[in-house]
T-cell receptor, first 116, second 112 residues
Framework: NAGVTQTPKFRILKIGQSMTLQCTQD?????MYWYRQDPGMGLKLIYY???????DKGEVPNGYNVSRSTTEDFPLRLELAAPSQTSVYFC???????????????FGPGTRLTVT | SQKIEQNSEALNIQEGKTATLTCNYT??????LQWYRQDPGRGPVFLLL?????KEKRKERLKVTFDTTLKQSLFHITASQPADSATYLC???????????FGAGTRLTVKP
């Protein structure tokens, strides 16, 4: 199993440009998440999905969009990139436990994004 | 307000000693709490999960406690080694619906 894979690893965007961060998992996990991590800070949840076709906003969703058409893929779209979106982005997945609560999250290697 | 706080930004200890990290939260009632390890330039790696009805969980040299009355979790690494040096993050499912919140992390350095 490759686990959670993310592409690209690095990207530099100009202000106002758009891009899609790709995330794929091969563990057949129902739950998937997108986080951003600013230097010296913890992770902040952007969006999450509990299954194909279902997405929900997290703590910091503004400026981002997601879709979940398959169990495996959970792309994150940045429209009109801004310098405030400079960060490291992590995708994660998890399976479900008893009563619908999720078990541990498996994280991808991250995408380092700079907006200038 | 709702928040998750980890006791300190950085903790330095001597090899062989026990490291104790704290995670405090306010205004949440999580069904479980998780601890992760993050090395520089890498994604977090899951270590332990403890549920609200569990007081203590152990895994090798790691021990986690969970006090829902104090709204606090303690994370212990016994017989610490330089290889334990990393940032440790706690995480909560704040509404028991997979809406996850992480603390800012504690950077642990174990000196030989």
């Amino acid at each position: 199993n490759a686990g959670v894979t993310q592409t690209p690893k690095f990207r530099i965007l100009k202000i106002g440009q758009s891009m899609t961060l790709q995330c794929t998992q091969d563990m057949n996990h129902n739950y998937m998440y997108w986080y951003r991590q600013d230097p010296g800070m913890g992770l902040k949840l952007i969006y999450y999905s509990v299954g194909a076709g279902i997405t929900d906003k997290g703590e910091v969703p503004n400026g981002y969009n997601v879709s979940r058409s398959t169990t495996e893929d959970f792309p994150l779209r940045l429209e009109l990139a801004a310098p405030s979106q400079t960060s490291v982005y992590f995708c994660a997945s998890s399976t479900t436990g008893l009563a619908g609560t999720s078990y541990e999250q498996y994280f991808g290697p991250g995408t380092r994004l700079t907006v200038t | 307000s709702q928040k998750i706080e980890q006791n300190s930004e950085a903790l330095n200890i001597q090899e062989g000693k026990t490291a104790t990290l704290t995670c405090n939260y306010t205004n949440y009632s999580p069904a479980y709490l998780q601890w992760y390890r993050q090395d520089p330039g890498r994604g977090p790696v899951f270590l332990l999960l403890i549920r609200e009805n569990e007081k203590e969980k152990r895994k090798e040299r790691l021990k986690v406690t969970f006090d829902t009355t104090l709204k606090q979790s303690l994370f212990h690494i016994t017989a610490s080694q330089p290889a334990d040096s990393a940032t440790y993050l706690c995480a909560l499912d704040i509404a028991n619906n997979n809406d996850m919140r992480f603390g800012a992390g504690t950077r642990l350095t174990v000196k030989p």
